[in-house]
């Protein structure tokens, strides 16, 4: 990724207010694209993509925001899966209406220092041969927090868990 770039669009969300285009979006339809997108690159790692998405997941949301959410999400899984390891996506959407959507990639156990500054600008796993400059985070929890939306990090049995939380505005 390009490092200009991300400082620059990271630089936009903190001085600028843009403006939200809301509109009736299809999650498994989201996530069916992008496997799309990223086969080459799961073929190439021998990873598998496993997909939970079941009810309606219709999500207001801005396209363009979302995408680029669940892009970079993708990008780190598959930056971080170990070879020949798995990625889940899974998302339901309970009574409440909130979207619930997790990407967990097969990966060592963080502790808790490590998971507590994954979305701090600029850090780096310990460790990690992968290239990247520490913003995409950093920029994906600015994007939800524009949309009323949370993401937490956390261990899972299955490797490094990030759990997003949207509001169905």
């Known amino acids: 990724d390009n490092l200009i770039d991300n400082i620059l ?4 969300m903190d001085i600028q ?4 285009v809301l509109e009736p979006l299809d999650i498994k339809l989201l996530i069916s694209n992008l ?6 690159v799961l073929k190439q790692k021998k990873l598998r993509l496993k997909t939970d998405l079941s009810g309606s997941l219709i999500l207001n ?3 363009s925001i979302l995408v680029s959410i669940l892009s970079n999400l993708l990008d780190n899984a598959v930056k971080y ?7 889940y996506i899974s998302a339901f959407k309970p009574k409440d209406e909130r979207l619930y959507l997790r990407i967990t990639n ?4 963080l502790d808790a220092l490590e998971l507590k500054e994954l ?11 992968n290239p990247g400059s520490g913003l995409g985070l950093t920029i994906v929890n600015k994007q939800l927090k524009k949309c009323n ?5 956390r261990n899972s049995k299955k490797g490094l868990m990030f759990e997003l939380e949207f509001p169905n505005l």
Do not use: Q, V
Request: net charge positive; hydrophobic share 25%.
């Open 9 to 12: 669009n990271l630089s936009k």
């Open 17 to 20: 207010e843009t403006s939200k």
């Open 35 to 40: 496997e799309k997108k990223y086969y080459p």
């Open 61 to 63: 949301a801005d396209k």
């Open 81 to 87: 899966a170990d070879e020949n390891g798995a990625i």
């Open 106 to 109: 097969t990966y060592r156990e």
């Open 119 to 129: 979305f701090k600008p600029f850090h780096r796993l310990r460790h990690t041969k």
């Open 149 to 153: 939306g949370s993401i937490t990090a």
